[in-house]
């Protein structure tokens, strides 16, 4: 699955979910309706923890004070889709090297500020 097909999924549940106006944005959906931002992932493989970036989670959380909206993680794996009300979680941070992106042909690698959320703290829908 796609972040494009992952959206076009969840419209289906929250029709007026809407992407992000800047391609750029830390966060990538909202709904006006449900006041939520959300961050969309999908991951190739699935894993029991799922990684969220801090730059992502400190943007959604920032936002999630400015516009009183749920900051929402959304994230696919090959076992399904799990959604995260991040406000309900604690981090745990540390750096780790990754790749700079997933897909686009970076492959350099970069320090990044990590924590991992364990499925069972989200909701499979």
Do not use: N
């Amino acid at each position: 699955m796609k972040e494009a097909d992952l959206f076009e999924y969840l419209k289906g549940k929250l029709p007026d979910l809407q992407l992000a106006k800047d391609q750029y944005s830390k966060y990538d959906c909202y709904s006006l309706h449900h006041k939520m931002d959300i961050e969309l992932k999908c991951r190739r493989t699935h894993y029991p923890d799922l990684l969220i970036e801090r730059a992502k989670y400190s943007a959604l959380m920032e936002r999630s004070m400015a516009y009183a909206t749920t900051p929402v993680y959304i994230c696919s794996t090959p076992e399904g889709i799990w959604v995260f009300r991040l406000e309900d979680i604690e981090m745990t941070w540390f750096t780790k090297s990754l790749p700079k992106t997933t897909d686009f042909g970076q492959r350099q690698w970069v320090d990044k500020e990590i924590a991992m959320i364990d499925i069972s703290q989200g909701k499979k829908i």
